[in-house]
């Protein structure tokens, strides 16, 4: 394991070999989705990944404390494509299991393809304290490929974070990505991102929600995101969103049927265009 972050970013770029279109593509990737943290659930994405006041099976990757609102229990599958370029999809699972005094998850990512991909394996908990106030933490196991002489990197990191709900539909979160600073790759170790996100949500009348959330990596500027739902015949919902920095906007849709779940959203980058994301989830 005689390699940098860096070095196996680079050598997956030149080891695509696909010209200057991929290059760009390549390093938005890794500016919006820093290593092992890829958001997941087609609701989330078709309100901007605003998300970290909810309560439900994707929450094991947004913000832990969610799961404590799971009560049956639930699986999901995630798939994006981004900006239909194949070699860059991202594929998770998730898994919430109520057990008392909380909600159990179960995570797994991947994001790449056969010579370049990024692994990550997550156990979460979440509950309640008191009526209100709910929290919860995932550990990660995290483990970056990539072909011929380069090898693997893997570590552990650790996030969590709290919803608490101050009025009726009104809720405050946090969340914290990666606190303990944790590197990862050899001998020039690189840092992991360690990434805060606050948001609130509203429920209005019980038909329409909104989120607003800021989130904040140590070594770059804040980026904000606002995400709006409105439901409709109570199993239709209707969703939009807008992250600030890169400025992208989100739509989407979803359709509960006899504990069925299925999202689809669409996000827009003004240079690289649209990103198609599926999720589909069952509560037992």
């Not at 991929?22 to 998300?51: H, T």
């Not at 002489?149 to 990666?178: C, K, M, Q, S, W």
């Not at 990596?217 to 409105?230: H, I, S, T």
Request: charged fraction near 15%.
């Amino acid at each position: 394991m005689k390699f940098s972050l860096v070095q196996l970013l680079a050598a997956g770029l030149f080891s695509l070999r696909k010209g200057a279109a991929l290059l760009l593509f390549f390093a938005f990737c890794l500016s919006a989705n820093p290593a092992g943290n890829y958001s997941s659930g087609s609701r989330a994405a078709s309100m901007a990944n605003a998300a970290v006041t909810f309560h439900d099976l994707w929450s094991v990757y947004h913000n832990q404390a969610g799961l404590a609102g799971v009560s049956s229990v639930s699986a999901g599958i995630h798939y994006e494509n981004k900006f239909n370029v194949s070699e860059f999809a991202l594929r998770a699972v998730a898994l919430a299991v109520p057990a008392r005094p909380g909600t159990i998850g179960f995570s797994y990512s991947y994001f790449g393809f056969p010579s370049y991909n990024e692994n990550s394996f997550g156990l979460a908990f979440g509950r309640f304290f008191g009526e209100n106030v709910a929290a919860g933490i995932r550990l990660n196991y995290l483990q970056i490929y990539i072909a011929e002489e380069y090898g693997d990197a893997r570590n552990l990191t650790v996030e969590g974070g709290f919803i608490a709900e101050l009025a009726e539909g009104f809720r405050v979160a946090a969340h914290v990505y990666n606190p303990s600073r944790e590197k990862i790759g050899n001998p020039s170790r690189q840092v992991l991102p360690t990434i805060f996100r606050f948001g609130v949500g509203y429920m209005f009348g019980g038909k329409i929600s909104a989120t607003i959330e800021a989130e904040k990596e140590l070594e770059r500027k804040a980026v904000f995101r606002a995400g709006l739902e409105a439901g409709f015949f109570d199993s239709f919902y209707l969703r939009t969103g807008i992250l600030s920095d890169p400025v992208q906007n989100s739509f989407g849709l979803g359709y509960v049927y006899r504990g069925i779940n299925a999202d689809m959203a669409f996000t827009h980058h003004q240079v690289l265009g649209f990103t198609p994301h599926i999720s589909l989830s069952y509560k037992f």
